[in-house]
C-alpha cells in the first residue's frame, strides 16, 4: 500500500470517527470545527461527503411516524444542518421537518413546533396555523387503481380525468417522476398521457408563475411543487418564466433569512442555466439597489490582521490612508495578502511602508518584493536591515548574483527599485523632521554610485531588444500579410461546413429511434501544399448520452456510474443532449489521412480549461496561449465524463461550438486588423447600431463602410474604415449567435478596456460576458494551428492582435503611404511611434538593396525554344525509329541510341506539350523535396545537381507557356477575322 494511499485512508477513518463521535453528541458544527481542516478543503470535502450523503439519504428515506423516531430525526438533522443546507436537497429536508415538527405537534398536542418553525424560517404564526390546519385536514395517500380496459374507450374528458388523477397522485407524492414512468406504473399508452399531460403541467406552470410567495413556508410548498413537476415543465412553453421565478425565489429567501447571496447558494437551490441566473441577479440588483456577494477564491486578509503583524509605528502614517480616508487611497487585497506573506518582518515593514506612501497597485511593484525574500536568501541574510543595496544590486546587474534570473528580469527588478526610491523621496519631502526621523528605519537604502547607474545601458539593451525582436516577428508574418487572410478564410469556410454537416446528422439522428449511433460522413476539397486539392472523406458518429453510457459501462471502473445516477442533473440522463465524435478521414482510394487539422487540438485537450502539458512541450508556448473565448460548451460534470470517455474508448469529441466562435472571431479579427491596423480595444468596442456602425457615400458614387470606437489615449470616437468583406464577417458573427439564441443585451465593458468606456451593447460577447485581448489571442492560436511560423533565428512567431498591427503599418509603408496619413489612420498621436510600427524589416531592407543585383539584360534564355522551332523540330523527326515516343512532360524526336540516358528533363530532344504540364509539376516537386533532402544531409553534389533539374523543370514549363500564348493569339485573330 502507497504512502499516498495510507494518507487517504487514514483521513477517512480520523474523519468517519468524528462524524460518529459528533453525531452521539449531537451538538451543531462547521466544516471549519473539524480537526483535519489543514489538509485542505478539497480533500476534506472528497473525504467528507460521502458520509455526508448517507445522513442526507437517511434523513429522506425517513418518516418519523412517533415521537421517538421524530426526536432521532430531528437531532440527526439539526447536527448536520451546516452540510445539509448547502446541498440540493436543503430545502426538501427543511421543508420535511417543518411538516415533520407539525405533525409531531398535533400527536403530542404541544404547540412547541410554533417556535422550532420560527427558528428555521421567516413566516408568520398565520401561516404556520394555516399549514397545520392542511395537515390536520391532510387524507391519507391513496394509489390510483391500475386502469382495466381500453382507455381508448372512454370519452375525452373521461381520459382527461384519469390521467389528471394520476398526476395529481404524484404531486401528493412529492417525487420528481417522468411522464415514462406513469405509463410503465399504469399499462397506458405513453403518447395519451403526454397529450393530457401536456395541458395539466401546462396549467400547473401558470399557476407555479402567478402565485404569490411572500414567506418561507409558501416557498418550500411552491419549491417542492417545481420540482416534482421538473422534467415535465421543461416542455412546457413557459418553462423560462418558471425558471426565472424560481431563480428570483431563491435570491429572496436567502435575502430573507439574512444569508449571503452568492452564485454558488444560489445554483446549489436552483440548479439552472447560470445565464438565467445571472439575469434573475441582475434584476434583483437593479431592484433592490443591492450587490451580489463574490466569494474570493483566496482567504481574504483583513486589513487589521496585516497591521497586528507590523511595527506600532506604522499604524498611523501621516498623510496616507491611515492617518485620514480622504488622503489617499486604501491597499488592495493583493497587496495585503502579498505583504502578509513576507516571513521576515523588516521586510514586511519596509513593503508595507512603501505600498501605503506610493499610492500604486503596479504588479511590478508586487513582483519587487516578491522577490525580496528571494534575494535575501540568495545571499544568506536574515532580514533587510543586514541588506547592502549598492552591493547586491551592481552583482545582480552584471548577473553575478541569482543568474538564472534573464536580462529581462533583471532591467525590471531594477528599474522598479529606483522608481520606488524616487517615490519615497517624494514623499519624505513632505514630512516633518521628526516624521521623517521616526519613519526612516523603514524606507529603502539608497545607492551611493549614482555615476555607474547612470552609465548602465541594461535597460535600454532590454528595450531594443525587445524591439528588434517584435520587428523580426513582424517581418516573418508581413511576408504573410495576405495570404494570412486566405488561411483564416478557408478554416473558416471548413468549421462552417462541419457545423452544418453536424446539424443535419442531428436532425436525422432524431427521426432515427436514437437504437444505435448514427454514422455520417461528407467530403470536401482540401488544398494541399503544391497548390493541388485532393478530395477527403471525413466520418463521425453522432450519440446521446444512453448510447455512449452502454458502450462505456462494461469498460468503465466500478462505481463510475454510481455517483453520477445520483445527480439528477447530470447529462447521462438528459435525453436530448448529443454529441458528435470523429471517426478519420481518408482519401479517394480509402486510405486513412490526417484531414482534420484541430484533431490534434482536441486530443491534446487545449480546448479546455485544463490542456494537456505536452501542448508546452511540443511547441514552447504556454497553455494559456491555446484557451479560445470559452472552455467548454458542457458543465464541469459533463466535460469530465467525456475525459473518461475519450480515455477508456479513444472517442474524439468534436466541440462544434468552440470551434465556430474561435473560427468566426479570429476571421473577424484577421479581416478587420490587417485592413485597419485597430487595436485589440478598438476592435471588441464594435457595436451594431447605427451611430457606431454604418455607411457613407463618397465622390463618384462611392461608399465607405466605418465603425466608431474611443482610441487609446483618446476620450472621443474616432472612425476606423472597413470594406464589404469585413461587414461580411460581423455578420456572419451576429447571425450565429442568434441561431444559438444569443443576445446582444448592454453588458459592462472588459476590465481591460478602462473605465472610460460605458455599459453598451457590444457585438463581441459571449453568454453575456464581454471579449478580452486574450480571447483574440487565444482564437488566433486555434486557427492559425499547424501553420509554422518562424524567425530567422528559429524562434516561433505567435500571431497576436498587436503583432497584426505592425504588420499592417509595414505593408502600409511598402505601398507609399505617407507617415502623417499613417498615423491617422492608427489613431497615433506621435508620428515617431508610427515611424517605429512601419519601419522596414530586415527583409524589406535585403528585398530592396537586391534591386541592384538584379541584370537588366538577360542573356541566359537564349536557350528557350519557341513554337516554331519547335514544330519543326516534330517534323524533322517523322519517320525516324524510335522518334515521336511519349516522355516526360512531351514527345522524343531523337532517333535510336538516347544521348541523354534517359534524362529526359532538360534534354534538347524533348518537344514539350502542354497537355503534359501536370507530369512535369509532379517531376518538379520530387526533385524539391530531393533538393531539401540533400541539404539536410550535406551532400552540396547532389543539392546541386537537383536545383539543375529544378531549373530544367522551370525551362520546359516556360516554353509550355509560350506555346500556350501563341495558340491563345491565334485563336483570338482568326475569331476577330
Known amino acids: 500500500m502507497s504512502a499516498d494511499t495510507q494518507q487517504v485512508i487514514r483521513l477517512r477513518h480520523t474523519l468517519f470517527c468524528e462524524l460518529t463521535q459528533r453525531e452521539e453528541r449531537g451538538n451543531w458544527f462547521r466544516v471549519e470545527d473539524l480537526p483535519v481542516t489543514r489538509v485542505g478543503r478539497p480533500a476534506l470535502k472528497r473525504a467528507l461527503m460521502p458520509y455526508i450523503d448517507n445522513v442526507m439519504a437517511q434523513l429522506l428515506g425517513t418518516t418519523p411516524v412517533s415521537n421517538q423516531m421524530f426526536l432521532a430525526w430531528e437531532r440527526q438533522y439539526l447536527t448536520f444542518d451546516f452540510f445539509i443546507r448547502c446541498s440540493r436537497y436543503g430545502l426538501e429536508i427543511k421543508y420535511r421537518y417543518i411538516i415533520y415538527c407539525i405533525e409531531d405537534g398535533l400527536r403530542n398536542n404541544s404547540e412547541n413546533y410554533i417556535l422550532k418553525i420560527r427558528q428555521q424560517c421567516c413566516a408568520a404564526d398565520k401561516d404556520i396555523s394555516r399549514l397545520a390546519e392542511s395537515i390536520k385536514l391532510k387524507e391519507p395517500v391513496v394509489e390510483p387503481g391500475v386502469f382495466s380496459g381500453s382507455i381508448l374507450r372512454l370519452q375525452s374528458d373521461e381520459r382527461k380525468n384519469v390521467i389528471y388523477k394520476f398526476y395529481d397522485f404524484y404531486k401528493t407524492l412529492a417525487?420528481?417522476?417522468?411522464?415514462?414512468?406513469?405509463?410503465?406504473?399504469?399499462?397506458?399508452?405513453?403518447?395519451?398521457?403526454?397529450?393530457?399531460?401536456?395541458?395539466?403541467?401546462?396549467?400547473?406552470?401558470?399557476?407555479?408563475?402567478?402565485?404569490?410567495?411572500?414567506?418561507?413556508?409558501?416557498?418550500?410548498?411552491?419549491?417542492?411543487?417545481?420540482?416534482?413537476?421538473?422534467?415535465?415543465?421543461?416542455?412546457?412553453?413557459?418553462?423560462?418564466?418558471?425558471?426565472?421565478?424560481?431563480?428570483?425565489?431563491?435570491?429572496?429567501?436567502?435575502?430573507?433569512?439574512?444569508?449571503?447571496?452568492?452564485?454558488?447558494?444560489?445554483?446549489?437551490?436552483?440548479?439552472?442555466?447560470?445565464?438565467?441566473?445571472?439575469?434573475?441577479?441582475?434584476?434583483?440588483?437593479?431592484?433592490?439597489?443591492?450587490?451580489?456577494?463574490?466569494?474570493?477564491?483566496?482567504?481574504?486578509?483583513?486589513?487589521?490582521?496585516?497591521?497586528?503583524?507590523?511595527?506600532?509605528?506604522?499604524?498611523?502614517?501621516?498623510?496616507?490612508?491611515?492617518?485620514?480616508?480622504?488622503?489617499?487611497?486604501?491597499?488592495?487585497?493583493?497587496?495585503?495578502?502579498?505583504?502578509?506573506?513576507?516571513?521576515?518582518?523588516?521586510?514586511?515593514?519596509?513593503?508595507?511602508?512603501?505600498?501605503?506612501?506610493?499610492?500604486?497597485?503596479?504588479?511590478?511593484?508586487?513582483?519587487?518584493?516578491?522577490?525580496?525574500?528571494?534575494?535575501?536568501?540568495?545571499?544568506?541574510?536574515?532580514?533587510?536591515?543586514?541588506?547592502?543595496?549598492?552591493?547586491?544590486?551592481?552583482?545582480?546587474?552584471?548577473?553575478?548574483?541569482?543568474?538564472?534570473?534573464?536580462?529581462?528580469?533583471?532591467?525590471?527588478?531594477i528599474q522598479t527599485y529606483f522608481r520606488l526610491l524616487v517615490k519615497q523621496g517624494d514623499y519624505f519631502s513632505k514630512l516633518n523632521t521628526d516624521q521623517r526621523e521616526k519613519f526612516a528605519p523603514f524606507a529603502l537604502s539608497r545607492v551611493s554610485d549614482d555615476l555607474f547607474w547612470k552609465k548602465s545601458t541594461l535597460h535600454r539593451e532590454v528595450s531594443q531588444d525587445q524591439k528588434n525582436k517584435r520587428k523580426s516577428k513582424t517581418a516573418v508574418l508581413h511576408q504573410k500579410f495576405y495570404f494570412l487572410r486566405d488561411f483564416v478564410e478557408r478554416r473558416k469556410l471548413q468549421i462552417n461546413r462541419l457545423h452544418q454537416e453536424i446539424q443535419k446528422a442531428f436532425k436525422r439522428f432524431e427521426k432515427s429511434g436514437k437504437k444505435t449511433p448514427l454514422i455520417f460522413e461528407y467530403t470536401e476539397s482540401v488544398v494541399m501544399e503544391n497548390r493541388g486539392e485532393q478530395a477527403y472523406t471525413h466520418r463521425f458518429k453522432v450519440w446521446d448520452a444512453r448510447l455512449l453510457r452502454q458502450a462505456h459501462e462494461h469498460v468503465?471502473?466500478?462505481?463510475?456510474y454510481r455517483y453520477r445516477d445520483i445527480n439528477s442533473h447530470h447529462t447521462i440522463h438528459d435525453t436530448d443532449a448529443k454529441f458528435t465524435t470523429y471517426e478519420g478521414s481518408y482519401d479517394k482510394h480509402l486510405q486513412p489521412v490526417e484531414g482534420l487539422w484541430f484533431t490534434e487540438l482536441i486530443t491534446l485537450a487545449a480546448l479546455t480549461?485544463?490542456?494537456?502539458?505536452?501542448?508546452?512541450?511540443?511547441?514552447?508556448?504556454?497553455?494559456?496561449?491555446?484557451?479560445?473565448?470559452?472552455?467548454?460548451?458542457?458543465?464541469?460534470?459533463?466535460?469530465?465524463?467525456?475525459h473518461l470517455l475519450s480515455k477508456d474508448l479513444g472517442l474524439i469529441f468534436i466541440p462544434v461550438e468552440i470551434l465556430m466562435v474561435d473560427a468566426l472571431l479570429a476571421h473577424s479579427v484577421v479581416q478587420i486588423m490587417s485592413k485597419t491596423g485597430a487595436r485589440a480595444h478598438e476592435f471588441l468596442q464594435i457595436r451594431l447600431t447605427p451611430e457606431h456602425?454604418?455607411?457613407?457615400?463618397?465622390?463618384?458614387?462611392?461608399?465607405?463602410?466605418?465603425?466608431?470606437?474611443?482610441?487609446?489615449?483618446?476620450?472621443?470616437?474616432?472612425?476606423?474604415?472597413?470594406?464589404?468583406?469585413?461587414?461580411?464577417?460581423?455578420?456572419?458573427?451576429?447571425?450565429?449567435?442568434?441561431?444559438?439564441?444569443?443576445?446582444?443585451?448592454?453588458?459592462?465593458?472588459?476590465?481591460?478596456?478602462?473605465?472610460?468606456?460605458?455599459?453598451?451593447?457590444?457585438?463581441?460577447?459571449?453568454?453575456?460576458?464581454?471579449?478580452?485581448?486574450?480571447?483574440?489571442?487565444?482564437?488566433?492560436?486555434?486557427?492559425?494551428?499547424?501553420?509554422?511560423?518562424?524567425?530567422?533565428?528559429?524562434?516561433?512567431?505567435?500571431?497576436?492582435?498587436?503583432?497584426?498591427?505592425?504588420?499592417?503599418?509595414?505593408?502600409?509603408?511598402?505601398?507609399?503611404?505617407?507617415?502623417?496619413?499613417?498615423?491617422?489612420?492608427?489613431?497615433?498621436?506621435?508620428?515617431?511611434?508610427?515611424?517605429?510600427?512601419?519601419?522596414?524589416?530586415?527583409?524589406?531592407?535585403?528585398?530592396?538593396?537586391?534591386?541592384?543585383?538584379?541584370?537588366?539584360?538577360?542573356?541566359?534564355?537564349?536557350?528557350?525554344?519557341?513554337?516554331?522551332?519547335?514544330?519543326?523540330?516534330?517534323?524533322?523527326?517523322?519517320?525516324?525509329?524510335?522518334?515521336?515516343?511519349?516522355?516526360?512532360?512531351?514527345?522524343?524526336?531523337?532517333?535510336?541510341?538516347?544521348?541523354?540516358?534517359?534524362?529526359?528533363?532538360?534534354?534538347?530532344?524533348?518537344?514539350?506539350?502542354?497537355?503534359?504540364?501536370?507530369?512535369?509539376?509532379?517531376?518538379?516537386?520530387?526533385?524539391?523535396?530531393?533538393?531539401?533532402?540533400?541539404?539536410?544531409?550535406?551532400?552540396?553534389?547532389?543539392?546541386?545537381?537537383?536545383?539543375?533539374?529544378?531549373?530544367?523543370?522551370?525551362?520546359?514549363?516556360?516554353?509550355?507557356?509560350?506555346?500556350?500564348?501563341?495558340?491563345?493569339?491565334?485563336?483570338?485573330?482568326?475569331?476577330?477575322?
Open 175 to 413: 417525487e420528481p417522476f417522468k411522464t415514462s414512468e406513469i405509463s410503465e406504473r399504469f399499462g397506458i399508452d405513453l403518447h395519451i398521457i403526454s397529450k393530457y399531460g401536456c395541458s395539466y403541467v401546462s396549467e400547473l406552470a401558470v399557476l407555479l408563475i402567478d402565485e404569490d410567495v411572500s414567506d418561507d413556508l409558501a416557498y418550500f410548498e411552491w419549491n417542492r411543487t417545481a420540482t416534482t413537476f421538473k422534467h415535465s415543465l421543461q416542455n412546457t412553453a413557459r418553462a423560462k418564466e418558471v425558471g426565472e421565478k424560481k431563480a428570483a425565489l431563491a435570491i429572496e429567501y436567502l435575502s430573507r433569512n439574512k444569508r449571503e447571496v452568492t452564485y454558488s447558494e444560489i445554483t446549489t437551490l436552483v440548479c439552472l442555466d447560470h445565464r438565467l441566473v445571472k439575469r434573475a441577479v441582475d434584476q434583483w440588483e437593479k431592484r433592490t439597489d443591492t450587490k451580489l456577494v463574490k466569494k474570493d477564491a483566496w482567504k481574504t486578509i483583513s486589513l487589521d490582521e496585516l497591521i497586528a503583524t507590523l511595527d506600532p509605528a506604522l499604524r498611523t502614517i501621516p498623510l496616507t490612508f491611515l492617518d485620514s480616508p480622504a488622503t489617499g487611497k486604501p491597499m488592495t487585497d493583493a497587496q495585503i495578502r502579498m505583504i502578509y506573506e513576507i516571513k521576515q518582518p523588516g521586510l514586511r515593514n519596509t513593503a508595507f511602508f512603501i505600498m501605503a506612501t506610493c499610492y500604486t497597485n503596479r504588479s511590478n511593484d508586487i513582483t519587487f518584493f516578491y522577490y525580496m525574500p528571494r534575494f535575501l536568501n540568495a545571499i544568506g541574510l536574515d532580514d533587510i536591515n543586514q541588506f547592502d543595496c549598492e552591493t547586491f544590486f551592481k552583482a545582480y546587474h552584471q548577473g553575478d548574483l541569482i543568474p538564472e534570473d534573464n536580462i529581462g528580469q533583471r532591467a525590471r527588478i
Open 556 to 560: 468503465a471502473e466500478a462505481r463510475t
Open 609 to 642: 480549461g485544463s490542456p494537456s502539458d505536452k501542448i508546452t512541450a511540443r511547441y514552447g508556448i504556454s497553455k494559456a496561449t491555446f484557451q479560445g473565448p470559452i472552455t467548454t460548451p458542457h458543465g464541469y460534470t459533463t466535460s469530465r465524463w467525456q
Open 693 to 977: 456602425l454604418y455607411r457613407i457615400n463618397l465622390a463618384e458614387n462611392k461608399e465607405c463602410i466605418l465603425f466608431n470606437a474611443v482610441p487609446k489615449g483618446r476620450l472621443k470616437e474616432e472612425p476606423f474604415y472597413i470594406d464589404n468583406k469585413c461587414m461580411e464577417s460581423l455578420y456572419e458573427w451576429w447571425s450565429y449567435q442568434r441561431s444559438r439564441s444569443q443576445t446582444f443585451p448592454v453588458i459592462k465593458a472588459a476590465a481591460c478596456l478602462g473605465p472610460k468606456l460605458k455599459s453598451a451593447s457590444y457585438l463581441w460577447q459571449n453568454d453575456e460576458k464581454h471579449f478580452t485581448q486574450k480571447d483574440i489571442n487565444g482564437a488566433l492560436s486555434v486557427m492559425l494551428h499547424g501553420l509554422s511560423l518562424k524567425t530567422p533565428a528559429g524562434q516561433p512567431v505567435k500571431v497576436t492582435s498587436h503583432l497584426l498591427r505592425h504588420s499592417f503599418a509595414t505593408e502600409m509603408r511598402t505601398l507609399n503611404t505617407p507617415l502623417d496619413v499613417l498615423a491617422l489612420l492608427m489613431k497615433q498621436k506621435d508620428v515617431k511611434v508610427t515611424e517605429y510600427y512601419a519601419r522596414h524589416t530586415p527583409s524589406q531592407l535585403v528585398e530592396l538593396q537586391q534591386q541592384i543585383f538584379t541584370q537588366r539584360h538577360d542573356f541566359s534564355k537564349h536557350h528557350i525554344r519557341t513554337k516554331v522551332d519547335i514544330a519543326q523540330q516534330l517534323t524533322e523527326a517523322v519517320g525516324k525509329v524510335g522518334a515521336l515516343i511519349p516522355v516526360t512532360g512531351g514527345c522524343c524526336t531523337i532517333a535510336n541510341a538516347c544521348p541523354a540516358k534517359f534524362a529526359c528533363i532538360g534534354c534538347a530532344g524533348n518537344a514539350p506539350d502542354p497537355a503534359r504540364r501536370g507530369d512535369v509539376l509532379v517531376y518538379r516537386d520530387a526533385w524539391v523535396k530531393m533538393a531539401e533532402l540533400a541539404g539536410q544531409q550535406n551532400l552540396p553534389a547532389e543539392k546541386r545537381k537537383a536545383h539543375e533539374i529544378i531549373g530544367s523543370c522551370d525551362d520546359m514549363l516556360e516554353e509550355m507557356d509560350l506555346i500556350e500564348q501563341v495558340d491563345i493569339i491565334k485563336r483570338n485573330l482568326q475569331s476577330s477575322s
